[in-house]
């Protein structure tokens, strides 16, 4: 039995690097099984609550798609007016009942700490797929499993690299959680790339500071970027302002194409986004010259969120040992993996 096993998965910070390091070799023998090479059916039967009361489409979709990929059965509520929270129900009303239909429910709310009030109430383990701007641990589980991945191809690893880390970075949750994760590591340097407005919460720099990382703080994204080995481009989350007015005085001010990257970056720098990236010509953080970019890795960081929350899956319900043993044949056309 692991420690996952009944467990709720709400924050980075109840991880370590050995749980890291658990999740990661889940990960990995989950591959045949996302790549359609195998089929398991070791969660027939169970089912998945896949609550999201915020847009979304990679963390939804692909925490279903791995739910079924491991034979399980998936119940979707998707918004918060199809729910009787619109009504003035309790998170914590909503999880005991909830809880009872379910074997493990994932859950994305706007408001920050809303998915861990909600496991108060849960019988079953519950899994953050984002909570407000506070944090979305399984998006850093897989942007870190993408950096070890993209740097180990090279024969680097995640100690002693440089990322620089761009945009929104007051209101991203994804920056917030993989910055946490990344100051487990050794010798880390970050250059945070912000609008003053939108700069990195204190609460993370004191993170990061009291790790013993270095931090360079800047507005300025050209000349800031020669040194990335790992360049994190982020959205303005215009959800999070309180109009679009607001959230239009930052769009496009810092924009990464084809251009920029040869002039500024190294030529084996990764480029990550969690995305959504806006492509809207006012905003276009991440411009579609660099799409077939061999160091373009945002494609294979959603590629890579099935083989985590299958992982996080597989652990919270005990099962990780037994995926062969309920093993099955593919019986039609599957594609070939990308790399
Ligand atoms: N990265 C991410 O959380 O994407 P979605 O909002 O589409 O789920």
């Known amino acids: 039995m692991t420690q996952f096993e009944g467990s709720h998965i709400l924050s980075v910070n109840q991880l370590d690097l050995d749980a890291i390091h658990t999740i990661f070799n889940v990960a990995n023998r989950m591959t045949p099984y996302a790549l359609r090479e195998k089929r398991t059916k070791v969660l027939e039967g169970a089912i998945l609550g896949n609550l999201f009361f915020e847009p979304s489409t990679r963390t939804r979709v692909s925490f279903g798609c791995a739910f079924n990929l491991l034979g399980g059965h998936v119940r979707e509520t998707t918004g918060m007016a199809s729910s009787s ?21 994932a859950m994305r709310h706007p408001e920050a700490y809303s998915v861990k009030e909600f ?10 797929g984002g909570d407000g701007a506070n944090e979305h641990p399984t998006q850093a589980l897989l942007d870190l499993f993408t950096i070890q991945k993209e740097l180990g191809f090279a024969g680097r690893g995640v ?41 990195m919460p204190d609460y993370v720099l004191d993170d990061i500071a009291n790790a013993g990382h270095r931090v360079t703080i800047t ?4 000349g800031n970027l020669h040194q990335a080995d790992i360049l994190y481009l982020t959205r303005i989350q215009e959800e999070r302002f309180p109009s679009q007015d607001e959230a239009n005085k930052y769009r496009g001010k810092f924009r990464l194409n084809q251009s920029i990257y040869t002039q500024h970056c190294k030529s084996n720098t990764v480029i990550m986004h969690p995305l959504p990236r806006d492509s809207r010509a006012q905003a276009n953080e991440l411009d579609n010259d660099l799409n077939s970019h061999p160091n373009l890795a945002i494609f294979r960081q959603a590629d890579n969120g099935l083989l985590i929350r299958m992982a996080l899956f597989a652990l919270t319900l005990g099962v990780d040992t037994q995926l062969e043993k309920y093993e099955c044949p593919v019986n039609w056309y599957s594609r070939k993996a990308d790399r």
């Not at 108060?120 to 383990?125: A, H, K, L, N, T």
């Not at 507005?219 to 050209?222: G, I, P, R, S, Y």
């Open 85 to 105: 929270l619109s009504k003035g129900e309790s998170l914590y009303d909503t999880a005991r009942v909830l809880s009872t239909y379910s074997d493990v429910i």
């Open 119 to 128: 496991a108060e109430g849960s019988r079953v383990p519950v899994i953050n």
């Open 159 to 199: 100690d002693g690299m440089h990322i620089a880390m761009v945009g929104d970075l007051k209101h991203g949750r994804t920056v917030h959680s993989l910055s946490r994760l990344l100051c487990m590591h050794k010798n880390i340097s970050f250059t945070l790339i912000s609008p003053g407005e939108l700069a």
């Open 219 to 222: 507005d300025q994204l050209e």
